[in-house]
Every structure is written in C-alpha cells, then in structure tokens.
C-alpha cells in the first residue's frame, strides 16, 4: 500500500500548486511525469560465507511504470536545472538460482530515484537534459536463502523532451544504475549484494 500512496501524494502535490504556477518560459516550474518502457535489474552477489550465494549475478526484469515529479529551473535563456523525484510502482519478475543449501529466488521492488537533470535548450521546444542522483530499492531473496535489505547507489542518464504545447511535453530517455556493495544476512549466510541495471523509458509530462 505505501507505493501506491506515494504515488497518490505526488500526483496530488503536483495537482494543488496553483494554476498562477503557469511557467515563464519553455520547460520552467513545477511538474508530473509518467513513462513506460523497458526496465531490468542487475542483482550481483560476492564475497560469500561458506555455504553462502555463488558469486554470479542475476537480472530480473520490471515493468517499467514510473511516476515522478520534478522543479526545473531556468538560470539562463537556454539552460535548464531540474530535481526530480521518480519512483516505480512494480515489483520486478522473479529470477532463480541454485546454491550450497539449495535453491533461491530474487525480487526487486519499491524502487525510487533522486536526480539532478541539468539540461539545455537546443530548440525552443525541445530540451536536451543529462540525469545525476541517487537511488535506492528493496532487494527480496526467498526460498531456502531468505531475507532482504535495501540496495542503493548512483544513477545517470540522458535524454530528451519535445514540446506539444504550452503545458504538455513528450520525452525519451535512458537511465543506468550502478549499485555499492552491502553486506545482507540471510539464513545464516551472508553475501555482499549489489543493485545496478539499465531502463529505456518513453513517456508524457506537464508542468503548471
């Protein structure tokens, strides 16, 4: 229930800014974005106790469903600074393994992203923007090794917005991740995971 009611909160922040929010210029102020596209999750174990996960990693894929929001501010006629927060509803699919004590499977879910997207204007309707920032997700191990940690790291992308209007804009972008190694515990092993992955996402946003 916590995912769908952070998604509540940023569409209902977003929707009760006040219409006098109407932006100055192209890609300016406070807005709602949603995409689609492909998502797939890199889940890497090392440094495993004796008995504990192979050092290999796994790559479960998620539908990609982001939400976000974002403030993006002009500090020139062309350039463009934005923090977005964008988070994926959708648990990822299961990837399975086998180990010492047996079998397992994998889960990635409650994932959410912090990013810096400076970008700049390469037409008057349509914007060029890099992505820098933080993440941070829920990896999920059950089976005959469970237990689950939450796995952060860096992402960065890049990508594009074209302009249908005053308000409404389409974009495409790709995002990587890559992921610090954290020690988890699970029946009574331990591993040192590590999140990364990649999404191409094509979606639709407005600003108010």
Known sequence: MKKYFLAASLIATAMAAPMALAQSG???????????????????????SVGGLPNDS????????????????????????????????????TASGTATLGDYSTKVKNYYQITLNPGVLLQKDLLAYGKLGYFAAMVSYTGDYAGESTQNGTVFGAGLKKKMDDAWYLYGEFNARSGKANNMAFSGQTSDIKLGGYSLLFGIGTTF
Do not use: H, M
């Not at 974002?70 to 062309?78: G, K, P, R, S």
């Open 58 to 93: 796994q790559t479960p894929a998620a539908g990609a469903v982001n939400l976000g929001l974002d403030y993006t501010w002009a500090f020139d006629t062309d350039k463009r600074i934005g923090l977005a927060l964008e988070f994926n509803p959708i648990d990822s699919s």
């Open 26 to 48: 192209a890609f300016e102020g406070l807005g709602v974005f949603a995409s689609t596209g492909y998502n797939q999750y890199k889940v890497e174990a090392s440094n495993s």
